[in-house]
């Protein structure tokens, strides 16, 4: 049994970044269930529907309840998958805003399936210099494919080029792969208590009072 989140930080409605994201997620339960697993569940979840709370949560260091089930979710989750739409060479605020109210801790070797959407190729290194490094730090277990789509890849009727339906393929089954055959303990529950308090950080950095 596997249970997937998949978070898109897609704007409008639809969006690009959705569809790219409903595409990862089919490929991804056709190769898990292609493999044996045959109990899928992939849950896809618009990160826009979180925005004011992600935002709440930035201001006051507290989460709504909605947005701490939705923590919950990620941190417990086999596995992920990541999609957001490109701006300024980087990532969306949106996307980078929900990562930022993450604990550290959220991800450790949790297989991840990353995408990304734009208007032009050109883009397309934006997955490999600013979205890939953020997930190290993360230290999330990240599929070596990860998938970029432009406006050139999407067919007249939302459909995907031949071309972007063999990356998503290739990157499904890394990400399946990964799941089905992670031995290395992953993260599923962050214990509140083990967060250090204000003193115990200044301590640390060598600041004694």
Known sequence: MSHIIALTAGLSQPSSTRILTDAMSTASQNELEGLGDLDVHIEVIELRDFAHDIVDNMLTGFASSRLEELKIKVIAADGLIATTPVFSQSFSGLFKSFLDVLDQKSLINKPLYLGATAGTARHSLALEYAIRPVFAYFRAATVPTAVFAASEDWGDTAGVSGDLESRVARGAKEFATLILGNNLTTTKAID??????????????GIEF
């Open 192 to 205: 509140e208590l083990e967060t250090p308090d204000f003193e115990t950080l200044l301590r640390q950095g």
